[in-house]
């Protein structure tokens, strides 16, 4: 087969040879780049568990504790002895449920038994105030892989996806105490509820507007849209006290909420509720449950067999310890000099992004110094925190216990450790990701971005790379992670976080333009598992082209740059082979376009692109100057 050229298909070009050779682990849905690195944290520390779980040598109580849950999940002998009885004492609750009163009178029983409910009550960051917690409202989630399935459009995948879970949950109610009437009852009522739900909660394109979810309402009038509920007590059960003012972040559910959740409604519900509570349960009960639990997403995802055991176990353990357990790895696996050297590129990145933006030609000049000040004041976390949250001091439990009641039992630890929170200011040294993940992330509430020691390896990062290569790579990932503060959502949110207008109509004017063009580049490709949504992943596609814009202006200023090396380093940090059906997947539900087109559209909006590798009007990855966008 003749090889592409690079002018045609940056993406093909640089990854083939690697994709060729690359296997999808039969376990998960795909291979290649950032899971890579996964794959290889959680290999190295699956060792370091065992290791410490054999000479009883641990670190510290915490990573002792995440390897005692690891070796409770490994246990099958246990496991088997419990078999399904801790998964359907727990759902006996929805038992006391007869009327609205009841429902109320046992919402915290039921919250703290991690069964679905009808809304659920959070305590988040306070979006117009980011040093306060406030109580959000919310939808459930639906048993399709989003709303968006529910829509009309959707029907035949729907109607496919929904006969693989009704199958598969078919088997697992065979196994309750259930007559097979009832189990037959049962699936009807949900698949009947979930429907409802479906129309009317949001959709992953909805939530993607974040400022969209603040709804700021009285106490009252939200008891009497949720009416019969009694929502004041339920609110006090929770917290102990009435809280004044609700966020709402789906609006239109709540105002059909009472079309939703009713006396006549209540037995459809409390059957969704027992079989989503059954199924979410499996994973900590037999094995061969176990599987059954993952069956549906593995289907959906096209996943061939389950996680081994082992892996599961470390995965399990090192998600609920998962502070602990990156400080370790960060601690010994990512060096001072590292972070220091990585540091300085960021801040690198930050003063290019402040000289751009005073040159740039969609604010006006006020907007421009508030930017700045956003630049100036962003947190920005490398590696992993110097201390891990309170929380950790009470995540303890019963080693006797099933892994079911464990599980349930750390569960309870966090609802009320949340709950907690709302009389106590926020924590902004608090870290979003851990360090053993490989992954990035801008917190518009808090203006900071952070950066895990697992993602600073080759290919993004290494000390051993050149200056272009870290540019390419690590570089435009922490350019896209800060120019978050300047997308659709975070030009919505001021320097701390908290939304306020700080735009200009003139601002918002020139910058619906670039947004508009951006979606126009993406929106209607064909690929070959479905269609691209332009508006869908418009912020993530003008964070990619903010990154590679003030990367490039980096490299400009760089002794002894090269762009060959820079574009061919941004390609390969996106290699991944996938599996179809989770390509398909994932253009529903990630606000992140598919890698292929995260590599070969940003290049061809910047000069540099052109000159490197002499692309023609003929060639693929040519659009013509009039159409090129740059934002920042
Ligand atoms: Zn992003």
Redesign the pocket.
């Known amino acids: 087969m003749e090889k592409v050229r690079i002018q045609d298909d940056l993406f093909t070009y640089v990854n083939q040879d690697a994709i060729d050779k690359l296997v999808i682990p039969d376990d998960k849905p795909t291979a290649g780049g950032f899971q890579v690195l996964a794959d290889d944290v959680e290999k190295l520390m699956i060792g370091e568990f065992k290791q410490m779980s054999k000479t009883g040598v641990y670190p510290n109580e915490y990573v002792e504790r995440a390897v005692k849950l690891f070796k409770i999940v490994k246990n099958n002998r246990r496991k088997e002895a419990h078999g399904m009885k801790p998964a359907l004492k727990n759902v006996t609750v929805l038992d006391k449920i007869v009327d609205m009163k009841t429902f109320s009178k046992h919402y915290k029983a039921l919250k703290l038994r991690k069964i679905s409910l009808p809304f659920a009550i959070s305590v988040d960051t306070d979006m117009k105030d980011s040093k306060k917690h406030c109580v959000s409202l919310q939808g459930p989630s639906v048993i399709l892989p989003d709303a968006s399935y529910y829509k009309e459009e959707m029907a035949q995948q729907r109607e496919m996806i929904l006969g693989i879970w009704t199958n598969i949950a078919k088997v697992i109610l065979s196994k309750t105490d259930l007559s097979a009437d009832d189990q037959a009852k049962y699936l009807e009522d949900t698949l009947a509820f979930d429907a409802v739900l479906g129309s009317l909660v949001k959709t992953s394109e909805e939530w993607s507007e974040y400022v969209k979810a603040y709804n700021p309402m009285k106490v009252s009038k939200v008891a009497s849209m949720v009416k019969p509920v009694n929502l004041r007590k339920i609110l006090k059960d929770l917290f102990g006290f009435l809280p004044e003012t609700l966020i709402v972040t789906e609006p239109r559910y709540f105002k059909n909420f009472v079309s939703v959740f009713n006396e006549e409604n209540l037995e459809k519900y409390k059957h969704w509720a027992y079989v989503n509570a059954i199924i979410n349960s499996c994973a900590y009960l037999t094995e061969e449950l176990r599987d059954l639990g993952s069956a549906y997403y593995r289907a959906i995802a096209g996943i061939k067999s389950g996680t081994p055991l082992e892996k599961f176990a470390y995965q399990l353990a090192s998600g609920v310890y998962s502070e602990p357990v990156g400080l370790y790895y960060g601690q010994k696996y990512f060096g001072e000099e590292a972070k220091k050297d990585i540091t300085e590129i960021v801040y690198q990145i930050i003063d290019t992004y402040k000289s751009r933006i005073q040159s740039n030609d969609i604010l006006e000049q006020a907007t421009k110094d508030k930017a700045i000040l956003k630049l100036s004041k962003m947190g920005v976390k490398m590696g992993y925190p110097d201390k891990v949250q309170d929380i950790y001091d009470k995540l303890i439990f019963n080693e006797k216990k099933s892994l079911f009641d464990v599980m349930l039992s750390i569960h309870q630890v966090r609802v009320l450790h949340q709950l907690e929170k709302i009389t106590k200011p926020t924590d902004p040294t608090k870290w979003q990701m851990p360090g053993h993940m490989v992954n990035?992330?801008?917190d518009p509430s808090v203006n900071d971005i952070t950066f895990p020691a697992a993602i600073l390896q080759p290919p993004f990062y290494s000390l051993k790379q050149s200056r272009s290569e870290n540019l390419g790579g690590i570089g435009a990932v922490i350019g896209?992670?800060i120019s978050?503060a300047f997308?659709s959502n975070g030009a919505k949110c001021d320097e701390n976080g908290n939304i306020n207008n700080w735009w200009t109509a003139g601002d918002q004017r020139r910058f619906k333009t670039k947004v508009n063009a951006m979606i126009k580049q993406f929106d209607g490709i064909e690929l070959p598992w479905g269609k691209v949504n332009g508006k869908f992943i418009v912020?993530?596609n003008m964070?990619?082209n903010g990154g590679m814009a003030v990367t490039l202006e980096i490299m400009s200023k760089t002794p002894n740059a090269s762009y060959e090396e820079y574009f061919t380093n941004w390609a390969k940090v996106w290699c991944i082979k996938a599996k179809p059906e989770y390509q398909q997947l994932l253009l529903n539900l990630d606000?992140?376009g598919p890698n292929v087109l995260r590599t070969n559209m940003p290049p061809r909006n910047f000069p540099e692109w052109y000159e490197t590798f002499n692309v023609k009007k003929t060639d693929k990855m040519y659009i013509a100057p009039n159409k090129r966008v740059v934002i920042w």
């Open positions: 990035a992330c801008y896209h992670e978050h997308d912020s993530e964070a990619d606000v992140h």
